[in-house]
């Protein structure tokens, strides 16, 4: 055996020897084409032996380049992919490279360049890689900086997958790529600037910050049954693209907010916006010119977002076009019924020339439907003032009445502030908060310790106390409106009886 295999040694050491001098003939005759072979044979050879090895290749290859052919903007395709196989190929990829998220709290990871990872949709393998390709070595003009590398993604698939991979497995990607962009964005809060046609740097309409509020519907004063009424219709629309196609309306849906001060409208709002994670536009209706800057404004405005106009009775006067003109006193007439001064009717403070007719068509005409999965929210505390055509079903879809802070309340606002799920105490606290009315923001209030020297037991005293004086304050309210109508009764009934007795006898 030793001998057979010594024997058989130098065959195979002949024949890699063999295979290695023939490949280096070929590289040399290859090389000599090259150099003295005419461009026009070369590029026929070079075309036809391509066309040969892809009869041959059972697989085929899509390729999806960062940039456009101008390199102003970034392909759409190119970030999608690049956010899906983010996602699926950290637990596969070998080497990853980290960038910091646009929150700048948290790193994401990447396939590196020329890195392989391998991904499977319904059973089908498929093979993905990022690389990219150089550009064209040529002279350069004085001064001109040559064109950076050209990154991009390569799909490989077997051929027979063919149109499953491109009528399926690509929409798939995309769309799963745009969902984890919008989840991994830095969300923000935009408002309108009345100045921004003044302004160089200014290029669009609004302005932003970003958006940190941590409200959460957990964490809001309400009863757990009406907050998960609301959490499961907002999450019910964000989710009802297609219902909203086949309906035929417009993928928008409009929320009332309503009730006294300090009840939690604004943080409604930020909880909503954090539970779809939208961005939110707040928008003050007087800082617009008019009913065309208003469209523009919501042009401009992305899908995945909350639009919101807050305190709307005290915006603009809407619902002046609705109202009788006031009739003139006998004071502006003459004796003969003509009249003296002509009245005027007072004029707005505000400068803007926004309409009732306007901001419906900003709600749900024509122009609302140019973007989709959007969400408009009015907040007033006077919901009476509002002129029923703006807030009638299908534009303010659902009324929300945000009241006083009912037990339920308190005892989530007791555990975000104290940590406390009972107490001897809250027994007299729910007692009071069924005979007197109090605000979420007061009773939040009472509950925040002052120092480090307030214990659970000094804040729920400081409750108990507030409570106590805001019944002797409705008592007292009470019993002053009573007398006030009594004196008003006595006022009417002298009146009565003297005008009675000044009648002249006949």
Known sequence: MVAGAATMWPTMAETWTAVGSALASFMFVWAMIRQ??????????????????????????????????????????????????????????KRLKAKMGKDNKKLVLSMDEYEKTTDEFQGVKVWWVLTKAASSPRAMPMGYHPEPEKRYYKLTFHKRDREMITESYLEHVVKRGKEIRVKNRQRKLYTNDSSYKWSIHNKGTWTHIPFEHPATFESMAMEPEKKQEIMEDLLTFSQSRDFYARIGKAWKRGYLLYGPPGTGKSTMIAAMANLLEYNVYDLELTAVKDNTDLRKLLIETTSKSIIVIEDIDCSLDLTGQRKKKPEKSAEDKNEDGKNEVPVKEPKAESSSKVTLSGLLNFIDGLWSASGGERIIVFTTNFVEKLDPALIRRGRMDKHIELSYCSFEGFKVLAKNYLLLEDHPMFDSIKQLMEETKITPADVAENLMPKSAREDAEKCL??????????????????????????????????????????????
């Open 36 to 93: 003295y072979c005419p461009y026009e044979l070369r590029h026929f050879l070079e075309k036809h032996t391509h066309s040969i090895r892809t009869f041959f290749d059972p697989y085929i290859r899509v390729s999806i380049h960062e940039f456009n052919e101008t390199r102003l903007n970034r392909s759409e395709a190119y970030a999608a992919v690049e956010a899906y196989l983010s996602k699926n190929s950290s637990n596969s990829a």
């Open 461 to 506: 005293s400081k409750l108990i106390q507030a409570l106590e004086d805001a019944k002797k304050e409705a008592a007292e309210k009470k019993a002053n409106e009573q007398l006030r109508m009594e004196d008003t009764k006595k006022d009417d009934s002298t009146s009565q009886d003297k005008q009675e007795t000044e009648k002249p006898l006949i």
